[in-house]
């Protein structure tokens, strides 16, 4: 049922008309560079999302080479890798084979630079899809916008989820002041839009402000 109701409100039907979207939009960028187990600390080595992201290791029948290749649809409808992705410390309610963020991950991405650079590689192809562009200044439209704004400038959408969960993982992370930035970038366009109202609006606030308190009356559109 909600389903059919976002599709109705945000135009969905469009994303099926477009033939480009079966079209791979990004490749697995050739400038990353897998770890080796070798290289790989011995504390580290046997946990299952640092293998994953640093490994190319299967999970779910996805490796993270293979979801950066995915294109707009691939991405869209695939449900079980944005969890392996951007794991959060709550138990995704969709994905119980998921990992959950520890401890350990927060120190593995603080101590490997090969571990900060597939996140980062991740977070390019996710903020992508969307149309999003992260650069020194901040986030901005990106040159495919008008396409990937449609799977989240909506009153309702999963991918409004699927950004939660990146701001948590951000401010998880201890990346508060990207997730920041990111926030000010969602709600300025939604804002624009007259979708400051939607009820994602006012978690994404939650999320970050938990954090930083202060932010709350800086972003929040209903204020």
């Not at 939009?25 to 080595?45: D, F, K, N, V, W």
Request: aromatic residues 12%; hydrophobic residues 45%.
């Amino acid at each position: 049922m909600l389903k059919r109701l976002y599709k109705s409100w945000c135009g969905m039907w469009a994303k099926e008309q477009s033939r480009a979207d079966a079209v791979p939009e990004q490749a697995a960028p050739e400038g990353m560079t897998l770890a080796s187990i070798e290289q790989i600390p011995t504390h580290y080595e046997t946990d299952p999302w640092i293998r994953f992201m640093l490994l190319d290791e299967v999970a779910q029948g996805h490796t993270l080479q293979g979801i950066i290749g995915f294109n707009a649809i691939e991405f869209d409808t695939a449900h079980d890798f944005i969890q392996w992705l951007f794991p959060n410390r709550l138990a995704s309610p969709v994905n119980w084979h998921a990992p959950l963020l520890t401890d350990l991950h927060v120190d593995a991405y603080a101590q490997l630079p090969a571990l900060r650079q597939a996140v980062d590689s991740a977070l390019t192809r996710f903020f992508d899809f969307l149309g999003i562009e992260e650069g020194a200044q901040g986030f901005t439209h990106g040159q495919n916008f008008e396409k990937g704004s449609r799977y989240w400038l909506c009153p309702l959408d999963h991918n409004h989820r699927r950004i939660s969960r990146v701001l948590t993982f951000l401010c998880e992370m201890g990346r508060i002041e990207r997730a920041e930035q990111a926030l000010r970038y969602l709600v300025d366009a939604m804002t624009a839009h007259q979708l400051q109202n939607v009820t994602a609006v006012r978690f994404w606030v939650g999320i970050v402000a938990a954090y930083r308190p202060e932010l709350t009356r800086a972003v929040n559109p209903l204020d």
